[in-house]
């Protein structure tokens, strides 16, 4: 049995995940607005337009501040784009 450890959750199997949310390109793309959760649930990865800070929720549910993400793709999956933060036109890939 392989197991997966992601933040503070382990899963036993791999057959439990849907693979896209791990492997390949993104099939749908939305633009985040800071103080929501992401309406598709879990992204795989946030494309940033203009660098700065987040503060987000992220896959295992904690809260994060201050993370610094460049210019381009970022490769964090988080589930709420939490408010504050300097980046700007931030885009979540499912």
Not at 55 to 83: C, K, Q, R, W
Request: aromatic share 8%.
């Amino acid at each position: 049995m392989t197991s997966i450890r992601l933040g503070e959750k382990t899963h036993n199997n791999v057959a439990e995940f849907e693979p896209s949310v791990f492997l390949g390109s993104a099939q749908t793309v939305r633009q985040l607005t800071k103080g929501e959760a992401l309406v598709n649930g879990t992204c795989k990865c946030l494309n940033v337009g203009t660098a700065g800070t987040i503060n987000f929720t992220d896959y295992a549910g904690e809260d994060h501040s201050n993370f610094p993400v460049t210019v381009g793709y970022n490769p964090i999956m988080i589930s709420a784009l939490l408010s504050g933060g300097t980046a700007d036109d931030i885009w979540a890939l499912y």
